[in-house]
């Protein structure tokens, strides 16, 4: 018989037991499992198609329907029982009626071999009967059987079986074959959202299609779900629904659990409650979700002063008296080894050396000079300018960092927020460090108060920024330039919907799949996405405040009063040394004198 045929495209197919649905004598049946058994396949016979509502969906499980004259039993099989998750071979003459009314998602193949049956004896028995080997010159041919909702099922060529084994030799075929449903007609459940016709004019699909309409959750539903179904070669009409998420029967999550529609038009977060009525399939992040504040700008009342690190600036000290050193050395005139040091600086800043002063207070005075043109034209010209060019400022950019920082935190009383982040233990340890350290009991505060906190500068504000963004004409552009954000939801939280554990869930997740892989998902939700309003130009200047350079000009001060200090100090040790010069010639004098006398 083709027994090890059977048993060979069953482990293709993952599938460690087998039902198998015939109506034999027990003698056939042990003969039947004891072959199988031989070849390492557990099996089990029912007549009775209600043993397959035994079986778990968490594995495969393959079924073997072996027809039989007058039997009925496909009609008796839960339609449940043709999805993926069922491994089905049919032992038929011609695919059976029952077959051309299962799901789309059916795994199906039928066995094509060529054998003389007599109308009074069925294939199974007649095999069983006779022999249980097979002809070492016998080659079986598998088909598969594609079910169109429409078109009904067909059978296509897949694989053959020697007993050099199971040779699969058009899986690309069937694959591209499910992937293309032929124009098949979805209804996709878009919630109507904000949409009327006495605020809006025009139909609810122009709706959706206007860009310029502030409802980016629902457009990026509906574009994804259209994007889904030109995937997959099908049609799409729309269904409006009155509510996003609710048990009543005007909702999206009820259409789609009665499936009265096979694609929900507005992308839902995954909930544990929700999970039972629908099934997520592809994530579309288009919103942020977390603390908003205003932040610290990165330029500080140090910034002209320290326009390096420590390191970089004692790295430049030691070259430069490394430098000096090997200039005094190699110099032989007096005037040079002395300027030796103000030479290499001089050099460093491409000044000229000749222009140094003689004496300590010029040549000190120098060096003031060019370190504070030097902050001053290098630092403010490339490091400040291309810093408050960019609309991220200084702060914290994490969770745990916000827990450390001098920011309070508030947030806004949303039911996701509330139930599954912050009135909840969750297994995130910076948001529980964030909550132990910041969290009070004036933590949910009113969207309209939030963004009074937020303006004040000592509060980060929990929103969806979707909702904030609304609120931001109250800012000032130096507001806006100084506004950062710290996520707080992944971006897998939300997803398109569809039919829970529905024939089509498996085709949407592939091409859910392929949308990414080609950058389609992620084009459409660029687009969408609400961003930060960008900072002006205009205002760069405008924010570098005195006290920004106040420590550099108290540097530069305090230089040029050293530099007065030393010249004084170089005054009087001239008149010192000048006096003191007087008065060894008075005493060589004398000296002369008493030689001659």
């Not at 003689?358 to 370190?371: K, Q």
């Not at 982040?421 to 910041?438: G, I, P, S």
């Not at 929103?463 to 507001?479: G, P, T, W």
């Not at 530069?556 to 003191?580: C, R, V």
Request: charge should be negative; aromatic fraction near 12%; hydrophobic fraction near 45%.
């Amino acid at each position: 018989m083709f027994i090890p045929a059977l048993v060979d495209l069953f482990k293709y197919k993952v599938v460690g037991s087998i039902f198998v649905l015939a109506c034999w004598s027990p003698i056939d049946e042990v003969k039947f499992v004891k072959e199988f058994s031989r070849l390492g396949m557990s099996v089990t016979f029912a007549c009775d198609p209600k043993i397959l509502d035994k079986a778990l969906d968490i594995h495969f499980q393959g079924v073997l329907y072996i027809e039989q004259n007058n039997s009925n039993l496909l009609d008796k099989v839960n339609r449940k029982h043709f999805s993926h998750w069922y491994k089905w071979l049919i032992i038929s003459k011609e695919i059976p009626d029952a077959l051309h009314a299962v799901r789309y998602d059916s795994d199906m193949a039928i066995l094509r071999e060529e054998i003389e049956v007599s109308d009074n004896e069925t294939l199974s028995e007649k095999n069983v009967a006779t022999s249980l080997t097979v002809d070492p010159a016998t080659t079986i041919f598998f088909d598969d059987i594609f079910v169109h909702p429409e078109a009904g099922a067909t059978q296509h060529n897949w694989a053959y079986w020697s007993p050099r084994g199971l040779q699969v030799t058009r899986d690309w075929q069937r694959i591209r074959r499910r992937m293309d449903v032929q124009r098949y007609l979805f209804r996709i459940a878009a919630p109507v959202a904000h949409y009327s016709e006495d605020t809006y004019k025009g139909s609810f699909a122009e709706y959706l299609e206007d860009m310029t309409v502030l409802d980016s959750g629902l457009r990026c539903g509906f574009g994804a779900t259209l994007l889904l179904i030109e995937a997959v070669n099908a049609t799409g009409v729309l269904m409006p629904v009155r509510y996003w998420v609710s048990e009543e029967k005007n909702s999206t999550q009820a259409v789609l659990s009665t499936e009265e529609a096979e694609l929900g038009g507005g992308p839902l977060r995954i909930l544990k409650r929700r999970m039972e009525f629908v099934d997520f399939i592809v994530p579309m992040w288009f919103i942020s979700v977390g603390f908003t504040y205003l932040a610290e700008r990165e330029s500080s009342s140090n910034m002209y002063v320290e326009p390096f690190t420590a390191g970089v600036w004692w790295s430049c000290l030691a070259i430069g008296i490394t430098l000096a050193i090997a200039q005094r050395m190699a110099s032989r005139k007096r005037e040079d080894k002395d300027g030796a040091f103000i030479a290499v600086l001089a050099t460093w800043l491409q000044q000229d050396a000749s222009a140094v002063s003689d004496g300590l207070s010029g040549r000190w005075t120098f060096i003031v000079l060019s370190v504070c043109s030097m902050l001053v034209h290098a630092y403010y010209t490339s490091a400040i300018v291309s810093a408050l060019m960019s609309t991220g400022r200084g702060g914290p950019k994490t969770l745990r960092e916000l827990a450390d920082s001098r920011y309070a935190i508030a947030s806004e009383d949303h039911d996701f927020i509330r139930d599954a982040m912050f009135n909840v233990q969750t297994n995130w340890d910076e948001l529980e460090y964030l909550k132990k350290r910041k969290m009070t009991s004036k933590f949910y505060q009113d969207i309209h108060y939030g963004v009074q906190l937020v303006r004040q500068g000592y509060t980060a504000y929990h929103a969806e920024y979707h909702q904030l963004y609304h609120y931001l004409y109250k800012f000032s552009d130096i507001d806006i330039c100084k506004m950062q954000h710290v996520d707080t939801i992944p971006e897998a939280m939300t997803w398109l919907t569809t039919t829970v554990r529905g024939q089509w869930t498996n085709i949407f997740k592939s091409a859910g799949a392929w949308l990414y892989e080609t950058g389609l998902a992620r084009r459409l939700v660029s687009q969408l996405q609400i961003k930060l309003p960008p900072c002006r130009a205009a205002l760069l200047a405008e924010r570098v405040t005195f006290w920004d350079v106040a420590p550099l000009l108290a540097l530069t001060t305090l230089g040029a009063i050293a530099s007065l200090g030393l010249l004084g100090l170089e005054i009087i040790f001239a008149k010192w040394a000048k006096k003191d010069s007087r008065v060894l010639q008075m005493s060589n004098s004398e000296v002369s004198l008493i030689v001659i006398e």
